[in-house]
């Protein structure tokens, strides 16, 4: 099985560096010229199977890259919910004591009252191996969501193993992996269309 991890496209809130989590933003002009540019480019593999995040971002990503394909959206999919952060850019931030607390861990513990790490990862392994029952073995299935979303899913299933952050995955960036039953991915190739 092969499995296609691709990132939303630009929203408003991307390009100012803001932390958007659960605020429902649909893609900015630039993110959808992202993901057209992605679509023409010619290396998005025929899918089988559609699976994204319902939020705005994502499905309307997953609509202009599979035109004729209806996602099936996960709630498991869903980006991060970052709280009293959320909206806000780290410059507005910076005098924040919560904040600069969150930051002084390396982001591993959870934001005040909100999902912390362990239970974000557990929720994005629960859908992605949900989906993936639903696929055959030489199915190609595309996952459009969120960053933190494919950082996550690649933080588990990669190998080699490599830490959280080291998979950051840009506006509309896609991740070719092979998948075997575990799962485990093997990382074939990473893009951005721009």
């Not at 699976?51 to 890259?65: D, G, H, N, W, Y």
């Not at 035109?67 to 005098?95: I, S, Y």
Request: contains cysteine; charged residues 20%.
């Amino acid at each position: 099985m092969k499995v296609l991890l691709i990132r939303h496209g630009a929203t408003k809130g991307n390009l100012a560096k803001r932390y958007i989590g659960r605020t429902d933003e649909a893609l900015c002009p630039q993110g959808v010229r992202q993901a057209q540019a992605l679509c023409g480019d010619g290396r998005l593999a025929a899918v089988d199977k559609l699976f994204c995040s319902p939020m705005r971002r994502c499905v309307e990503t997953a609509a202009i890259l599979f035109p004729h394909m209806q996602a099936k959206a996960c709630d498991g999919l869903r980006e991060c919910d970052f709280g009293v952060f959320e909206g806000k850019t780290a410059d507005e931030l910076k005098n924040n004591a919560a904040y600069n607390a969150w930051l002084a861990t390396g982001c591993t513990e959870g934001i005040p009252g909100l999902e912390g790490p362990q239970t974000f990862f557990a929720r994005c392994a629960r859908a992605f191996e949900g989906a993936l029952g639903e696929c055959a073995a030489g199915d190609t299935a595309a996952f459009v969501a969120h960053g933190g979303v494919m950082m996550a899913i690649l933080a588990a299933y990669a190998l080699p193993r490599q830490a959280f952050y080291k998979y950051h995955i840009g506006n509309c960036g896609v991740v070719l992996c092979a998948c075997a039953p575990g799962p485990v991915l093997r990382v074939l190739d990473r893009w951005q269309p721009c």
